[in-house]
């Protein structure tokens, strides 16, 4: 058998239930039952970045619904053994099981790769049941003789799309294969599908408009089920002390459910664990081609939002009608919701944010790319700007900001505290490999623009405050005024910096950008 109530989900999930690291998502399966053969909630897919446990869940759904297979010993000690509906779906049906990244060294070709899976199912079939083989009949054809219902879990739907010998055509027969195989069809109890791309981008009219799509941007339903919620993270950090939460916070949490509360990537959070070690897990394993892959083409239409972005600026953009109807979206807004829905971004409350550490380290790699322009100018000198303000050197600190301000940038043309923070987060770019850099967090009697807070205990504590059309020395006595210093007045050394910029020209003692650093102590 190969796809017919195998075994292989089983072995797969009962793994990862004996893992060291466990996290109990089985409620996920009261929700799933409660759309079977219900015509308007029984296609149901899942879309989600990679490593956000859609195999986990498409296994342990499987190992649950399957016949032929007793199962309970497995599912007894978990959440959805106190349903009230526990026992009803419990092996109970046929389940169609198709991880469709899974193809032969022979696979050369869209035909190589249906022809497998139709030769694989129409094997299945005829094993368990008596069916006419006619020959170059849909598989539709084959379900229905059999005269029974099943579950279909087809996980990885999109895995075709991403090798190099499919085409545009292969694609939409492939949706056609779906459709055909799955819409409308009386054998078909549950679709439950998984992927990371969505099907209404690559689906024709109505080819599969069945299936109610369920992403990072719409879905209220699934979404405690994929990603770690904060709750689950700390209970993960009580049990592994040898991890602080507020690290694995700072490396990996920023993703959100519908209701607003945290989703962590779980990959990472596990591999932290295990290693004793927060560093980057999942973006390690090749995402980041996507990042270049979504941009690539079109860096213009993005480059001020990805730098926004870095500077911990909230980018504003309404995405929350995208992948529910086949619009026509610009250039920017397709490139920023494909990487939502690659997981690089993450969007809350009608605004698009880096979502942690991990990743904020790879689009900091993007600004010193060469099509960024002026940018990759700005990062190639910021470690002489850090080195400047560790100096102390006002002159030439506010020289190379000045420089730095007057690129042929568009962001950095507004006269404004916003764009003067967002040009020194560029500005200070090399100086994250030393510091964790705050902007706009309490301290003391207000917020303070950005706050360095040394990862080494030999560096100094940096305070800075923005002015537009005032003086630095205004700048500094805020900074004391307000006790901003409150946030690191536990470190050995601090620099309290005020930088202003005066557009008024006709001012008699007119200088654009000036600086005081002061060392506090």
């Known amino acids: 058998m190969f796809y017919l109530n195998v075994e292989d989900p089983i072995s797969i999930y009962t793994e990862i239930v004996h893992d060291d690291i ?7 399966i ?11 909630q029984k296609f149901i897919c899942i879309t989600r970045p990679r490593r956000f446990g859609k195999t986990y869940n498409a296994n342990m759904l499987a190992a649950y619904y399957t016949k032929g297979y007793d199962t309970k010993e497995l599912f007894d000690y978990l959440k959805i053994s106190r349903s009230d509906n526990y026992i009803t779906h419990l092996n109970q049906h046929n389940v169609v099981y198709i991880d469709f990244s899974i193809m032969s060294n022979q696979c050369h070709s869209y035909n190589d790769y249906i022809q497998m899976i139709t030769h ?39 895995s075709i799309f991403y090798k190099d010998f499919i085409s545009e055509k292969d694609k939409i027969k492939y949706m056609e294969f779906l459709k055909d195989l799955l819409k409308d069809k009386p054998y078909v109890s549950l679709a439950y599908m998984t992927g990371i791309l969505p099907i209404i981008k690559y689906s024709s009219g109505s080819a599969l408009n069945n299936f109610t799509e369920y992403n990072f941007i719409n879905d209220n339903i699934y979404t ?14 009580k049990k592994y002390t040898d991890i602080e939460f507020s690290d694995l916070e700072y490396w990996y949490d920023g993703y959100y459910t519908d209701n607003g509360t945290k989703l962590f990537n779980p990959r ?26 979504c941009i690539e083409d079109n860096i213009d239409d993005v480059r001020d939002d990805i730098v926004q972005l870095v500077s911990s600026i909230p980018v504003e953009v309404e995405l929350l009608e995208y992948l529910e109807k086949d619009n026509n979206l610009d250039a920017r807004d397709e490139i920023l919701s494909s990487m939502v829905i690659f997981g690089f971004l993450t969007y ?60 042929e940038i568009d962001l950095f043309h507004y006269n404004d505290e916003n764009s003067l923070t967002c ?42 405050e923005l002015k537009v059309n005032d003086t630095p020395e205004s700048a500094i006595d805020q900074i004391v005024n307000k006790n901003y210093m409150q946030k690191v007045e536990n470190y050995n050394e601090i620099l309290l910096i005020g930088m202003s910029y005066n557009s008024n020209s006709q001012h008699s003692e007119y200088k654009k ?9």
């Open 423 to 464: 040009l020194l987060s560029i500005c200070y770019i090399y100086a994250r490999k030393y510091y964790e850099i705050e902007r706009e967090k309490a301290s003391g009697k207000g917020r303070c623009d950005m706050t360095f807070l040394p990862r080494k205990s030999n560096m100094p504590a940096i305070v800075i």
């Open 348 to 407: 809350h409350d009608d605004y698009l944010y880096i979502p942690n550490h991990e990743l904020m380290l790879k689009f900091e790699k993007i600004l010193s790319r060469k099509d960024m322009g002026g940018y990759n100018e700005i990062v190639r000198k910021s470690k002489h700007i850090l080195n400047a303000t560790l100096d102390k050197d006002e002159e030439l600190l506010a020289t190379m900001i000045e420089e730095a301000h007057d690129k």
């Open 120 to 158: 694989n199912m129409i094997s299945d079939l005829k094993s368990q049941y008596t069916i006419d083989l006619t020959p170059n009949h849909p598989l539709s054809q084959y379900f229905r003789q059999t005269g029974d219902s099943f579950v279909f879990i087809l996980d990885e739907w999109d």
């Open 22 to 28: 466990y996290v109990d998502k089985s409620m996920l």
């Open 224 to 237: 405690d089920f994929f990603g770690f919620t904060e709750n689950e993270v700390k209970d993960l950090c």
């Open 30 to 40: 009261e929700k799933i039952s409660s759309c079977i053969k219900k015509p308007s």
């Open 268 to 293: 990472s959070v596990v591999n932290a664990i295990h290693n004793h070690k927060c560093r980057s897990y999942w973006t390690s394993t090749g995402p980041m081609s996507e990042i270049a892959d």
């Open 513 to 521: 950008h000036q600086c005081k650093i002061v060392q506090y102590k």
